[in-house]
């Protein structure tokens, strides 16, 4: 079982929550207050004012701690200062700089920001922003990192074997660091660069432009008019028909590349970014055979922002939602191939509270499952580029974190080793906040610990029903009410995390795992935020599409299509995280437990991910993988008693009911609206 006495050997570093950068702001922080506390004493001594009062602005580091009690400005302007100390920047980043483009995204300083650090505000002009020779997008992030973008080649090498001397479809090449690079190592025969800023970005495009069969179109390849019109350039290339009798095949002759990392990122309707949205067309054009994927399969290779990723590519089932489950529909893989390290995350205040886990057992082995699917594939690992994440696998056995303990590594898991250090050290007197800190943060673990123990053992207490109920044995009626009752004793928050801790256990565990994430062919590399300019956090994907099931490919009006219909199951039934799938087809129409259920087997076999025993033991809608889905909808379109369309939606909650009325938004793919 984990505890915090094995932290330090065992759990280094959790892929999003416990991080050697978090030990060391949490262990800075109470080191430096009994310091913070002696110079704000003083200072407020010689200034006559209370230490009660001196005390209320702490130093983050005992350097800005002196420099704060000698100057005006706060401790936390120091540090900041300190912070931003400039790094030369990368040749290319250099000169992209030297465009002036990107002068006024720099951070101002105000009248009011100078009064907020303690200074007296000065009368100052302006200094006039040097407009640029040519102007461009100033949002647009460049990659501008030769070795990242060399890094990556010879990463993933082996599976861009097949594309050699194929046509490159590259949206938004920008500088053209990456678009080089990958030119290099396809040598394509045709090389379409589609840049809307392409006075400003061809200088530094020149030397891929001299290249045979590479074209410059001064056109926007985010805007599928524009899109659709440059791909006539794309003369080797012929349109596959729709047959759903047969299965669509991969086209190995056309690659596309896009650059889709913006800062800041912007907002559309109801996506959280740009990026995200023109993710959803690309996954959505999969299935209506739409834009470049009317050649065939074709793999796209997308750089966005680190945080867009995320509604694509879950690390954890309570994040699946139905962008997620459309990927995993769409796609053979959807992985990352270099992206930020979660180690480098500094977590501090309301982000020390509980964040969505799973048991680091699992995390553990989905990195070490990856690493064999590289040794399968030849696929080398890079030093300088392993996250932590890695690292930690390859540091840990199998069986030196084992599920069963409290191995829900939590942010604040890290303030508490820090605070145990202190006390060690006898820098904690009692009565104070760190002390009723560590008091609390040590009775939260042992609660923890001792929960998660009754949740291993009620998961294990279902894996047995369902043997008992292969068995045929009689013993089977009294062991399904005694686990109901040992579940129905749990408080409701308990009981949460119960379903939680087993719902991750039953999409990982199945072969192959239900999450893409779990089923990623290689590690991620990281990707610094001074490899990208202007600086930011970005993450390149790779996707690679499948032949989809032939339901989900079928065309139509809105209202007449298969995938219509799975869309509204889905509305009505995933979100449920605590209602069995009995139930929760009971609630999707009248009748349609009787006249479904029956027709799909995999809800009730453990080893396509179901199980045979009702009650807390069934699965809920949360959890279906792609296979169950498909089942559910084929049954439920063959059932002589199902409702419309129309029926259906009437049927919804009103949230549902008001995204149908609401103006529907072009997401300029043939064939889709929301």
């Known amino acids: 079982m984990w505890s915090v006495a094995h932290a330090s050997r065992l759990c280094q570093y959790n892929a999003r929550h416990l991080t050697v950068p978090a030990i060391r702001l949490a262990s800075t922080k109470v080191s430096t207050k009994a310091v913070t506390k002696k110079t704000a004493t003083t200072k407020a001594a010689t200034t006559k004012a209370s230490p009660k009062t001196a005390a209320q602005k702490p130093a983050t580091t005992k350097a800005a701690t002196t420099e704060a009690a000698t100057t005006k400005a706060s401790p936390k302007a120091v540090a900041k200062k300190a912070a931003a100390i400039k790094v030369p920047l990368l040749p290319v980043a250099q000169k992209l700089e030297d465009t002036a483009v990107w002068q006024d995204t720099r951070e101002r300083r105000t009248r009011k920001k100078v009064a907020e650090n303690g200074a007296e505000p000065k009368k100052r002009k302006p200094k006039p922003t040097p407009k640029p020779a040519i102007p461009g997008d100033k949002t647009r992030v460049n990659i501008v990192s030769e070795k990242l973008c060399g890094d990556i080649t010879k990463y993933i090498g082996s599976t861009l074997e097949r594309h050699v001397g194929c046509d490159i479809l590259d949206l938004n090449p920008g500088a053209g660091v990456w678009s080089r690079h990958l030119n290099d190592v396809l040598k394509p025969r045709s090389h379409i660069l589609m840049e809307p800023d392409a006075e400003l970005y061809k200088p530094f495009l020149e030397p891929l432009l001299s290249r045979p069969g590479t074209r410059l179109v001064p056109r926007s390849g985010i805007l599928w008019k524009e899109l659709n019109e440059a791909m006539t350039f794309l003369e080797h290339q012929k349109e596959v028909p729709v047959d759903l009798t047969k299965e669509r095949e991969r086209n190995d002759t056309l690659i596309v590349t896009a650059n889709i990392c913006a800062s800041p990122s912007r907002r559309y309707r109801s996506f959280d970014s740009m990026a995200i949205l023109i993710l959803f067309q690309l996954i959505t054009s999969i299935r209506t055979s739409s834009i470049f994927q009317k050649y065939g399969l074709i793999r796209m290779l997308v750089w966005v922002n680190d945080e867009d990723k995320r509604s694509f590519l879950p690390r954890i089932i309570q994040k699946r939602n139905k962008s997620a489950l459309d990927a995993e529909f769409a796609c053979e893989w959807f992985a990352e191939v270099a992206g930020k390290d979660p180690g480098a995350v500094e977590y501090e205040g309301d982000k020390l509270k509980k964040t969505g886990t799973r048991d680091h057992a699992l995390d553990l082995q989905s990195s070490r499952n990856a690493m064999k699917r590289m040794a399968a594939s030849n696929i080398d690992i890079i030093p300088d580029r392993l996250m932590m994440a890695t690292k930690e696998a390859m540091e840990t056995s199998e069986d030196s974190v084992e599920a069963g303990g409290a191995n829900y590594m939590r942010p604040w898991v890290a303030d508490l080793e820090a605070l145990k250090k202190a006390d060690g050290e006898g820098k904690i007197a009692r009565h104070t906040e760190d002390y009723k800190r560590l008091v609390s943060r040590r009775a939260l673990l042992a609660f923890e610990d001792r929960e998660a123990k009754k949740h291993f053992d009620l998961i294990k207490q279902a894996d047995d029903l369902a043997a008992l109920h292969a068995e045929g044995s009689k013993k089977l009626a009294k062991s399904i009410e005694e686990f109901n009752e040992s579940v129905e004793k749990l408080s409701r928050l308990s009981r949460d995390q119960f379903r939680l801790t087993r719902n991750n256990e039953i999409v990982f565990k199945q072969d192959p795992p239900v999450m893409l994430w779990d089923r990623r062919p290689w590690e991620p590399l990281k990707a610094e935020p001074d490899e990208f300019y202007p600086k930011n956090d970005c993450a390149l994907l790779d996707i690679q599409p499948k032949s989809m099931h032939p339901l989900l490919r079928a065309a139509g009006e809105k209202g007449d299509r298969p995938s219509d219909i799975l869309d509204l199951m889905h509305r009505a039934l995933a979100d449920e995280s605590r209602t069995p799938i009995s139930k929760g087809l009971q609630k999707l129409w009248p009748g349609a437990l009787e006249g479904v259920m029956p027709h799909c087997p995999s809800l009730k076999d ?43 939606v009437g049927r919804l909650s009103e949230d549902v009911e008001n995204a149908e009325q609401a103006p529907s938004v072009d997401t300029g793919v043939p064939g889709t609206s929301m």
């Open 606 to 648: 453990p080893a396509q991910g179901g199980h045979p025993v009702e009650g807390y033991a069934e699965i809920t809608p949360r959890i279906l993988n792609e296979k169950q889905w498909i089942e559910i909808l084929e049954a439920f379109l063959k059932w002589p008693f199902r409702p419309s369309y129309a029926e259906m």
